[in-house]
T-cell receptor
Framework: DTGVSQDPRHKITKRGQNVTFRCDPISEHNRLYWYRQTLGQGPEFLTYFQNEAQLEKSRLLSDRFSAERPKGSFSTLEIQRTEQGDSAMYLC???????????FGQGTRLTVV | AQSVSQHNHHVILSEAASLELGCNYSYGGTVNLFWYVQYPGQHLQLLLKYFSGDPLVKGIKGFEAEFIKSKFSFNLRKPSVQWSDTAEYFCAVMNTNAGKSTFGDGTTLTVKP
């Protein structure tokens, strides 16, 4: 499968713990996006990268959230000191260039207990 | 900030009925427009897209959408739905200056056999 891959698919963590998610985009896709989706809502933009450069961060991304794409390939999203409100599906998407369609991964479902 | 409004949260149809899902957006500049579909247990998949040219675009599985610039709308249509079209449908708008997409909250379509 050469689509967008996310790991893990599910994560249950205790409040206050740190978690890290990984996203492997489609090969040669320059753009990589992170979105968050909660029940009954559409995906909400968190941040995106053009190669290794992080171009924009949403106000939703508090200082407990950090994302990296060190070599312009895979990306990680870390949440420190998790809170119950962080429980959501975290989606990664990639696109070949800017202004082209994005392809989504299966998502990582985070549950904070 | 741009926003996307999907008017129907839940639509229930019988097989062979015609479908139209509304999508309106607020942004005065140049946009790219998308409809994504999410089948139960699966990831978001692109249904169709509009970048430029003919405002009536055709997608997979018999879906089509019409971009009406004056109405800031991009409604999705299908003349005859099937049970397998049961899914959640998301409209997304990309501001070509920003390069990221804003999603609506989705419409859940249930098709009764």
């Amino acid at each position: 499968d050469t689509g967008v891959s996310q790991d893990p698919r599910h994560k249950i963590t205790k409040r206050g713990q740190n978690v890290t998610f990984r996203c492997d985009p489609i090969s040669e896709h320059n753009r990589l996006y992170w979105y968050r989706q909660t029940l009954g809502q559409g995906p909400e933009f968190l941040t995106y990268f053009q190669n290794e450069a992080q171009l924009e961060k949403s106000r939703l991304l508090s200082d407990r959230f950090s994302a990296e794409r060190p070599k312009g390939s895979f990306s990680t999203l870390e949440i420190q000191r998790t809170e119950q409100g962080d429980s959501a599906m975290y989606l990664c998407a990639s696109s070949l260039t800017d202004n082209t369609e994005a392809f989504f991964g299966q998502g990582t479902r985070l549950t904070v207990v | 900030a741009q926003s996307v409004s999907q008017h129907n949260h839940h639509v229930i149809l019988s097989e062979a009925a015609s479908l139209e899902l509304g999508c309106n957006y607020s942004y005065g500049g140049t946009v790219n427009l998308f409809w994504y579909v999410q089948y139960p247990g699966q990831h978001l998949q692109l249904l169709l897209k509009y970048f430029s040219g003919d405002p009536l675009v055709k997608g997979i599985k018999g879906f089509e959408a019409e971009f009406i610039k004056s109405k800031f709308s991009f409604n999705l249509r299908k003349p005859s739905v099937q049970w397998s079209d049961t899914a959640e449908y998301f409209c997304a708008v990309m501001n070509t200056n920003a390069g990221k997409s804003t999603f609506g909250d989705g419409t859940t379509l249930t098709v009764k056999p």
